[in-house]
C-alpha cells in the first residue's frame, strides 16, 4: 500500500458526459501528478499540483482540468468524454515540487467510456 | 526532452530462473525509479535509483548515470513477478516521470 488512495476504483459512463476522479496523497506529501495510461499512448504525464497551486503541465486535453484544495486532496474532472479517453488514470504524490523527489502511485482508476 | 527506453520488450522465463533488464535514458538524470506493474493494474514502486545499486529480496537495481542506463535485476524469479516492469526519469528540473514502453514478464509454473 503506497498511501495513496483513489476513487472511485472503476467508472463506466458514455460519450459526452462529464466525471471526477478523486485523489488522497500520502501523509505530508504536498505534491500530486496526475497521468493517463492507454493502450496507444502509455503512461504519460497531465498535470501537477503543489500545495494548491498548479507546477506543470504535459498533454492534457482542454476537456480535462484538475485542481488541489486546502486538505490537499486533488480532483481531475473529465467533461465532454470521447471514447478515446478510456484509460487507467493514476495520481502519484510526492514530498517535494521538484526533482528529484519519489513517487507514489495510487491503485488507479479505470475509466471506461462506452 | 529525455527519451526512455526499455529492453527487453517482452520476456518469459521459467519459475526460478534469473533475468535482467535495461533501462537507457536520453539524458542525465538526478532521479530513476523502476516499478512493477501487476496484472491488476497496481503501480508497484520498486526501487528509487538515481545513481549506484540497491537490493530488496531477490530484486536489485544499478544505475550508472554517466552512462545513462539502469539495469533491474530478477533472482530466482516466481509467478507473481509477472506484469510490466517501468522505468521512468524525470524532465528537466520538473518532477514529471517520463516512462519507457516496459518490459512485460510472463514467470511460468
Known amino acids: 500500500d503506497s498511501g495513496v488512495t483513489q476513487t472511485p476504483k472503476h467508472l463506466i459512463t458514455a460519450t459526452g458526459q462529464r466525471v471526477t476522479l478523486r485523489c488522497s496523497p500520502r501523509?505530508?506529501?504536498?505534491?500530486v501528478y496526475w497521468y493517463q495510461q492507454s493502450l496507444d499512448q502509455g503512461l504519460q504525464f497531465l498535470i501537477q499540483?503543489?500545495?494548491?497551486?498548479?507546477?506543470a503541465k504535459g498533454n492534457i486535453l482542454e476537456r480535462f482540468s484538475a485542481q488541489q484544495f486546502p486538505d490537499l486532496h486533488s480532483e481531475l474532472n473529465l467533461s465532454s468524454l470521447e471514447l478515446g479517453d478510456s484509460a487507467l488514470y493514476f495520481c502519484?504524490?510526492?514530498?517535494?515540487?521538484?526533482?528529484?523527489?519519489?513517487?507514489?502511485f495510487g491503485p488507479g482508476t479505470r475509466l471506461t467510456v462506452t | 526532452g529525455i527519451q526512455v527506453e526499455q529492453s527487453p520488450p517482452d520476456l518469459i522465463l521459467q519459475e526460478g530462473a534469473n533475468s535482467t533488464l535495461r533501462c537507457n535514458f536520453s539524458?542525465?538524470?538526478?532521479?530513476l525509479q523502476w516499478f512493477h506493474q501487476n496484472p491488476w493494474g497496481q503501480l508497484i514502486n520498486l526501487f528509487y535509483?538515481?545513481?549506484g545499486t540497491k537490493q530488496n529480496g531477490r530484486l536489485s537495481a544499478t544505475t550508472v548515470a554517466t552512462e545513462r542506463y539502469s539495469l533491474l535485476y530478477i533472482s530466482s524469479s516466481q509467478t507473481t513477478d509477472s506484469g510490466v516492469y517501468f522505468c521512468?526519469?524525470?524532465?528537466?528540473?520538473?518532477?514529471?516521470?517520463?516512462f519507457g514502453t516496459g518490459t512485460l514478464l510472463a514467470v511460468q509454473p
Open positions: 502519484a504524490s510526492s514530498e517535494g515540487q521538484s526533482a528529484p523527489s519519489e513517487q507514489y
Open positions: 501523509s505530508g506529501d504536498l505534491s
Open positions: 499540483y503543489y500545495n494548491g497551486e498548479e507546477r
Open positions: 539524458d542525465s538524470v538526478n532521479n
Open positions: 535509483i538515481p545513481s
Open positions: 521512468a526519469a524525470p524532465r528537466g528540473a520538473t518532477n514529471k516521470l517520463i
